[in-house]
Each structure stands twice: as structure tokens, then as C-alpha cells.
């Protein structure tokens, strides 16, 4: 028990002493760093690494984007959506006879087409579970013209169901690590290695990206995606099919979430456990806002200035502080540009 | 379109509650206190009791499992001001209860490195004030934005609260700190009343706490506080325009959630004693956000009753933590479908207050004038329609299934 020699009155008044409060605020061991010169160092290194994973951010990014232009809804459970990706090339790999651990002897050609096939499969398991995600849970709640915060309520709890049930099904430890191509360094810029897998995912992702652009400025169903966003009751008198719009909305991010995932487990083989969506689907959501939320341009360079800036981060402050750099971006922005640098509204993007 | 669904669902059984609640709103306020006194003296006693089909024992110590439903209740409580009556989501509650338990172990526990060890109840009002600033300091920037935004920012508050805890060094991440300050008192016989393998002491001061906040509550509730809460959460662009500083109030019902976060953070790091990184994960705050859905959104007693099922029954019925997240994901999915008012309704007769005054000033002739407020909200299509003679408010929101 407490020794019962301290008195009220004093307790209180050395509450605000400052001698009690100094152990705290002048703490001198590097917990924190603020290493400049590594940051000047790896100032390339860090840039190009971090397109690549803001190549990823994007991809992910663009499903929010996507959805919340269409419904301004934030689909919470589109991170799940990215982990049931990850996991479809996962298994994929477990099913084309690859081993954890071991790099695989094959040649380059079948190894491509392997990964190609995981992607395909991960991009068929997203889009179904978006769109059933969809069904499910959101339709319901619009057939009752619920309010906005039953949205997002829902959203969380179909978030924590779907990550729940991978942990049952998958247990929540990592899965071992299958790295189908080894990253090696095919040129230099500015001293900084290049790798095969950045260049790979960065020229695909910006493929994808330039894809999905053109499916929405361009094709009918695109054209129905942003009528829907502008102005979904006069979308529908001009004969619009809101409900199938949105399907094809979910489908979509599903299928670009399915290919950010095939380039994440390249780029982070241990990667693919229950709850690796969580932090980034808040990180994409987080690029979305930052390019301008609803906007699809918005997201590919919000995406990319959200790797990079992680990456600085990252060698600034310490390894430690990564995630937190990408969480006192989204406040920041939100506090000072919350339509995000490119602006908002899907609608609004070339009509 | 659902009006007729509505009539023909149960009427026998909705007519009894609604007798029963129109009978209960029907009752002054110290004679609703003085019918509680039974109940909450029952409470307290549940413990000792310790009827066999309720406990949770032999898997469960009951006392222990009782105070940790107590602690969810009061975080239930706290979270409700935020998401029931301002209607803002507070995705990252968990991160006040850390701080709370945080502010405990820093000025109570001999590993802290501010080296002074304070009793507990002088803590008390100084982590409910710390948290209180840290719900300021998020709210300040975060509160101007749309009500999705805040979700999301508020989801990343928890989780940098968490990573501060795992990598700011003073706080001593995953060794924690130990022997934390609780309560003093001794019982007759001599053993204390509150140590960490009795919770008995705890369960009864968590359930003193928790009707204090709740009377505090029921007061700021009716108070002009209360009401701009419930005219932000009704329609935040009608509140600005009636005059309603939101912003404001906004900021107020972070303030005060916090506050009580804090404090149910101080009370779980008295009981447990311990305190380390591992208890604040944001999924947490996803159960929290269950309880108070579950229970009812802007109903006190709803959202007691929904924490308690919340921790309760997985200790009563046995089931793996894993099953528990996936129960109450799929429980907030299918209750925003289903039955969005949660088990107990909103206690609409808040929103009539000014009505009756009204009609008390100026006779029931005039009580068709101020309506506003119900008015708007059964426009939303949730509400049903009530003439301006029955009790406004005592149907639930939403009215059945």
C-alpha cells in the first residue's frame, strides 16, 4: 500500500514545481533524432524508394478516392479489401508450389508470368469483395436513407469483421516470407541505386493509374461515374444507373487495390499479416486527402508526395517516427488545405 | 415507405415500453433519483451476491469482471457525449484512456522518471485536466472539418498516442510501469479495501464514480450545453445559423469526453496497478464505439447497459478475444441496418424540452408553435410522426424495427 506520509497541501503545490517537471521535458537520450546530415545523405535514395511505395499509396489511395467522390463516404473497409488482395497473391504463390523462405529457381519468364498470375488473382478477390462489401453492408443502409454516421459506423464495423475473420481463418502471426524476385540495383541515379522492382512498380503503377484515368474521363461507364458524383438525382433522371455505378465504383478500387497488393508483398514479403491494412489505409486515405480527395489525379500525387515525404521522415527523426510523419501530415494538411493540393470533387476533374 | 412496417411491428410489446418510459418521463426528477437508489444499491451489491446464473465464475473472477464492465460503462458514458449527443465520431478514444493511465503511472509509479509518488485522488482531477487539454489540442485543428475527416484524424490520434507510447523513452513502452498509487481505506478486519486481487472495493468506487459523472451529465444534458449538442448533431448548418456557436461546443464535448476518459484511465491503472503499451491498441476504441452503439447512441443508461454486454458477455460466456472484435464488428453492421437507434432509443423528450416549457408558459394551445427541432429531424425520415399532444418524446427514436 502508499506510504501514508504525504499531506494534500503539499502534494498540490509540488504538482507545478518545475524541478518535478524538468525529468520530462529536458530528456537528453536520442529517443528522438533530428539527423540532418542522414537525411542529406539518403536524399536520394529516399526519393526513389519512396515513389515506390507512394506508388502503392497511390493505387490504394485511388479506391478511396474512387468511392468517396461517388458516395462521400469513407470506406474504412477498403484497407480489408487491400489485405484480402495481399492475401490472393499469397496463396497464389502457396499454390504454385512456392516455399517460405527459399528463393525459387526458375526462370525469369516464369517467374514474371507466376507474379502476373497472382496479380490477376488478387485483382478478382479485391473486386469481388468490394463489391460485396458493398452489397452487404452499404446498399442496405442507402435503400434506408440512413444517416452519414451510420455509414462510417458501419464501415468500421465491416472493417473489424472482414480483419477479423482473416485472423481466424489465417492466425495472427505473419506469414512467411516468399520473394519471387530478389530487388537488384539496375542503374544509379545521383549515386542511389535504382532497383527492378521500383522501376516495375513504379511504370505499373502509373500504368494503372493512367488506365483508370482514362476509364473515368473517358468511357460511358466513366462518364456515369462522374455524372453520379456531380449530382446523383438528376444523374438518375437522365438515366443513370446509380446503383450499378456505384457497383462498378467499389469494382474498381477493388481491382487497383488487388495490384497495389501484388506490388506491396514484392515490395514487403513478410507483409501479409491480419491487420496490415490498417495503417495503410490510413496512410492512402491520408495521400487521397493530401492530392485532393475525390479527385484521381489527386490521389497519384498525393500518393507519391506521402512516400516520399515518409521516407524523409524517416532519416530524420529515426525509423521509429515513419508512421507518426505520416499522421502529422494528414492533420496538417486537413488544418490548412483540407480540399488538398489539386482540389476536390471527382465530378469537377474535366467534366 | 416504412410507416406501415411500423405499425404492424408489435404493438403489444412497444406499447408497454412506451407506457412504461411515458410513465417514467412522467416522474420529477428526485423521485426518478429515488427509484435508481434501489437499483444502484443493487449494483453494489451483485458481487457479494453473487447469484449463480449471472457470475462469470469459475472462469472469471466475478468482482474483476464487474469493475472492467464499470470501467467500459464510464468510457461508454464519456464516448457518448461525443458521438451521442454531438454526433461527431471519435474513432481514437482509446488514446484519452491512455493518457489517463498514463498521467497515473507518471505521477504515482517508482519507475517514473519524474520521481514523486501522488495519492491517487490527487491525480484524479489532475489527469482528467491533462486529458481535458489533449482533447482540446486535437480538437482545435480537427473540429473545423467535416465530420468524416474527423474519424479518420481521430483514428490516427490514437495510434500516434500509442506509438508515442512505444517509442518516447520516458515512457517506458513495453516494461510499463508498476505499483501504481490506488486508493487507500482498510475494512474493519484489516485488509484493504482496494488492492489488485479483490476488485470488490474497485467495482463500488468505479459504480460512486459513474453515478456522479451520470448526474453531472443528466444535468449538462438539459443544460443549454446539452441542447446545442443535440442541434449540432440534428444539423450542425441550421445550429450556426440559429445562433449555436458549434465550433464551440464542438470543442466542449471533445473536452468533456476526454475528461472522463481520462479519468476511466485512472481508475483502470489503480485497479491493474500496471500500465504499458500494450493495452491501447485502436482496435479497442472500435469496442468502445460498439458499446455506445449498441446501447443506444445518446441514451446514458442505453449505452451502460451496452458496455456492460460488451464486456460482460465474453467473460460470461467464454468466448476468445479474437471472436469478440469479429462479434461486434458484425453487431455494428447489422444494428446500423437494422435497428440504427441501438437497443435502447435516443431519449427524444431532450429534444422537447422547450416545447413543454413552452406549452407550461402559454398553455397547450400554444404548443404547436415551437417545433422545430422534431420538426427537422423527422424530416431526416427517422422519426415518427407524433401529435402535438402525447409526450413528444417518449416513443425511442426510430419508433420499432
Do not use: C
Request: avoid cysteine; aromatic fraction near 10%.
Amino acid at each position: 500500500m502508499r506510504a501514508p506520509d504525504a499531506p494534500g497541501e503539499r502534494v498540490i503545490s509540488t504538482v507545478l514545481d518545475p524541478a518535478v517537471l524538468t525529468p520530462l521535458v529536458v530528456h537528453t537520450e536520442a529517443w528522438i533524432n533530428f539527423d540532418v546530415g542522414l537525411l542529406i545523405d539518403r536524399f536520394w535514395a529516399n526519393t526513389i524508394n519512396g515513389l515506390a511505395y507512394g506508388s502503392i499509396y497511390a493505387l490504394v489511395a485511388l479506391g478511396y478516392t474512387l468511392v468517396y467522390g461517388v458516395l462521400q463516404l469513407i470506406n474504412f473497409a477498403h484497407s480489408e479489401i487491400f489485405v484480402i488482395g495481399v492475401f490472393g497473391v499469397y496463396l497464389t504463390f502457396l499454390g504454385l508450389g512456392f516455399e517460405p523462405g527459399a528463393l525459387p529457381n526458375l526462370p525469369l519468364a516464369a517467374i514474371i508470368l507466376d507474379l502476373i498470375l497472382a496479380g490477376i488473382v488478387a485483382m478478382v478477390v479485391a473486386g469481388i469483395a468490394a463489391v460485396g462489401l458493398e452489397r452487404v453492408a452499404y446498399r442496405p443502409l442507402r435503400r434506408r436513407n440512413a444517416p452519414r454516421l451510420a455509414f462510417l459506423i458501419t464501415a468500421i464495423g465491416a472493417s473489424f469483421a472482414i480483419q477479423q475473420v482473416i485472423r481466424i481463418v489465417r492466425g495472427s502471426n505473419p506469414e512467411g516470407t516468399i520473394r519471387l524476385l530478389p530487388p537488384s540495383p539496375v542503374f544509379t541515379i545521383f549515386g542511389a541505386p535504382v532497383t527492378n522492382l521500383q522501376i516495375v512498380i513504379i511504370l505499373a503503377s502509373i500504368a494503372m493509374f493512367v488506365v483508370a484515368d482514362q476509364f473515368v474521363n473517358r468511357s460511358r461507364l466513366g462518364r456515369g461515374i462522374r455524372a453520379v458524383a456531380q449530382d446523383p438525382a438528376t444523374a438518375t433522371l437522365m438515366g443513370v444507373n446509380r446503383e450499378r455505378v456505384i457497383m462498378i465504383t467499389f469494382l474498381v478500387g477493388g481491382v487497383l487495390a488487388g495490384v497495389a497488393a501484388l506490388f506491396y508483398l514484392m515490395t514487403i514479403p513478410q507483409g501479409a499479416v491480419y491487420n496490415g491494412g490498417f495503417l495503410l489505409g490510413i496512410k492512402a486515405f491520408t495521400a487521397a486527402v493530401l492530392g485532393g480527395i475525390g479527385n484521381l489525379r489527386g490521389a497519384l500525387l498525393g500518393g507519391l508526395i506521402l512516400g516520399v515525404a515518409e521516407n524523409y521522415g524517416q532519416s530524420l527523426f529515426g525509423g521509429d517516427w515513419r508512421d507518426v510523419v505520416a499522421f502529422v501530415l494528414l492533420v496538417l494538411v486537413l488544418m490548412f488545405r483540407p480540399t488538398g493540393i489539386l482540389g476536390e470533387s471527382l465530378a469537377r476533374s474535366r467534366a | 415507405m416504412t410507416d406501415t412496417k411500423r405499425s404492424e411491428a408489435g404493438p403489444s410489446v412497444r406499447a408497454r415500453f412506451a407506457a412504461v418510459s411515458h410513465w417514467w418521463n412522467g416522474q420529477s426528477r428526485p423521485v426518478q433519483w429515488a427509484y435508481m437508489v434501489p437499483v444502484v444499491l443493487f449494483l453494489l451489491a451483485l458481487p457479494v451476491l453473487n447469484p449463480p446464473i449471472i457470475t462469470t465464475e469459475p472462469y472469471t473472477d466475478f468482482p474483476i469482471s464487474l469493475f472492467n464492465a464499470a470501467v467500459f460503462a464510464l468510457i461508454a458514458i464519456g464516448l457518448n457525449v461525443v458521438i451521442g449527443q454531438a454526433g461527431l465520431l471519435d474513432l481514437g478514444y482509446v488514446g484519452f484512456f491512455a493518457i489517463g493511465a498514463y498521467t497515473a503511472a507518471l505521477l504515482s509509479s517508482p519507475d517514473s522518471e519524474l520521481g514523486v509518488r501522488y495519492p491517487w485522488l490527487v491525480i484524479v482531477p489532475i489527469a482528467m485536466v491533462v486529458t481535458m487539454i489533449s482533447g482540446v489540442i486535437l480538437g482545435t485543428p480537427t473540429l473545423r472539418l467535416r465530420g468524416d475527416y474527423l474519424a479518420i484524424v481521430t483514428l490516427g490520434f490514437g495510434e500516434i498516442v500509442r506509438l508515442l507510447a512505444d517509442n518516447v523513452d520516458p515512457l517506458r513502452g513495453n516494461r510499463g510501469f508498476q505499483n501504481i498509487a490506488r486508493p487507500g481505506g482498510e475494512f474493519p478486519d484489516g485488509t484493504p479495501i482496494f488492492s489488485q486481487t479483490d476488485a470488490l472495493g474497485f467495482y463500488w468506487l468505479a459504480v460512486i464514480i459513474i453515478v456522479i459523472v451520470l448526474l453531472f451529465m443528466g444535468n449538462l444534458e438539459r443544460s443549454r450545453v446539452g441542447r446545442a449538442w443535440i442541434a449540432v448533431r440534428e444539423d450542425e448548418d441550421a445550429a450556426e445559423l440559429s445562433g449555436v456557436p458549434t465550433y464551440r461546443f464542438k470543442i466542449w464535448a471533445f473536452a468533456i469526453g476526454a475528461a472522463v476518459g481520462g479519468l476511466s484511465g485512472t481508475l483502470f491503472a489503480a485497479q491493474v496497478g500496471y500500465v504499458n503499451n500494450q493495452r491501447f491498441d485502436v482496435t479497442t476504441s472500435i469496442l468502445y464505439l460498439a458499446a455506445v452503439v449498441l446501447g443506444g447512441q445518446g441514451n446514458k443508461v442505453g449505452v451502460i447497459v451496452g458496455a456492460f454486454l460488451v464486456s460482460y458477455i465474453p467473460d460470461r460466456f467464454q468466448f476468445e478475444p479474437q471472436y469478440r472484435f469479429l462479434v461486434f464488428g458484425i453487431a455494428l453492421i447489422v444494428l446500423m441496418i437494422f435497428r440504427p437507434q441501438g437497443l435502447l432509443g435516443m431519449r427524444q423528450h431532450l429534444l422537447t424540452y422547450g416545447r413543454q416549457a413552452y406549452r407550461k408558459l402559454f398553455g397547450a394551445g400554444a404548443a404547436v408553435a415551437p417545433s422545430g427541432l422534431s420538426a427537422s429531424s423527422r424530416a431526416r425520415g427517422d422519426l415518427p410522426e407524433t401529435t402535438p399532444d402525447d409526450h413528444a418524446g417518449t416513443s425511442p427514436r426510430g419508433g420499432g424495427e
